[in-house]
């Protein structure tokens, strides 16, 4: 069963940081492309960034590219999104996902509860 542990979420004034953390399991971790979208009430999903499988490289949406860094830690199965210079917009929920064959965040067939980023200006 996949399963994702997200956290790290919280309150950040405009300008800050925060790095969210999502542990994942019941795949093999290094075959699979892991990311995160974010979401915010009423709206649609946004993809934000993803890790490829096999060293497969990263992407970021525009709006984020500069700030955030996506990163992985196989050995702890673990997947980070370091968030630097947070702006308002970037509130949302932030949804870990992952899937063996799709790359884009918002087209991934597994991701987790979400945690929530509230950024106030």
């Known amino acids: 069963e996949v399963q994702f542990a997200e956290s790290g979420g919280g309150l950040v004034e405009v300008g800050g940081s925060l790095r969210l953390s999502c542990v994942v399991s019941?795949?093999?971790?290094?075959?699979?492309?892991i990311g995160w979208f974010r979401q915010v009430p009423g709206k649609e999903r946004e993809g934000v960034s993803c890790t490829g499988r096999r060293d497969g490289g990263t992407w970021y949406d525009d709006s984020v590219r500069g700030r955030f860094t996506v990163s992985r830690d196989a050995a702890k199965n673990t997947v980070y999104l370091q968030m630097n210079s947070l702006k308002a917009e970037d509130t949302a929920v932030y949804y870990c996902a992952a899937d063996p064959q799709y790359s884009d965040p918002i087209n991934m067939d597994y991701w987790g509860k979400g945690t929530l980023v509230t950024v106030s200006s």
């Open positions: 019941g795949f093999s971790f290094d075959d699979w492309n």
